[in-house]
């Protein structure tokens, strides 16, 4: 079955981002294909837009800010059946606070140290996840460092080196386009896109977490939709 690329986050996304099923599981097994059917090759460079607005939450689900524009850029490194990889090289966060900066109970501008991220979905995952890992795909993981500037000035770093984990929807006519999702249903955001406060003042919440939207498109001026089949 088709299913069009949406990526709930930073859910930065990422956009734009895996756990281990259970034996009851059915097997994941993705491949990304643009057109319908045609196996997209490695090097081809991914777009990936924010659906709806991106928030940071904190551990008990109360949204402390919105951004409403996320972006990322990636470039697949693998396609093969049941075994999907790509370089996430730039991931930008804005909103419509002064100089682009995020609003809610503080206002800051977003900024990710340690690009490239490594976007990932395989077969040794739960049926329909995927996962973002800190570093690119050819290195050991590592963890995702978020920083938001302005009057408060906090340092964030994921509470693990999986950065994001989410599920893939399919597409649903009557609701939405597919997408993917975090955090995986059944699941909270501080499970799936945790962070934990490791420079900052006190206006700086301890921890955080995100939910964030994007949807996948060729790197194209006209930009088309990206399936997995």
Known sequence: MLKKLTMY?????????????????????????????????????????????????????????????????MELTRNAAGNVMSNVTSALVSGTGAGGACTGIFTEKYSFDGLPWCLRSDNTMGEDEFQVYGGACSEAAKKVTLKLTGTANCKYESTTTTFVKGTVTTDSPATQDAGLQVPRTGHTPTEDAGLIKVEGGIACPSSGALRIAFTLETDSAAAEPIYIS
């Not at 196996?39 to 551990?59: D, H, R, Y």
């Open 9 to 73: 986050c930073l859910a930065l996304t990422a956009l734009a981002a895996f756990s281990t099923p259970s034996s009851s599981s059915a097997a994941n097994n993705p491949q990304l294909t643009h057109p319908t059917g045609t196996v997209i090759p490695i090097g081809t460079k991914v777009t990936a837009t924010n659906v709806g607005e991106t928030e940071l939450q904190t551990t008990v689900g109360t949204t402390i800010q919105k951004c409403t524009s996320a972006a990322m850029t």
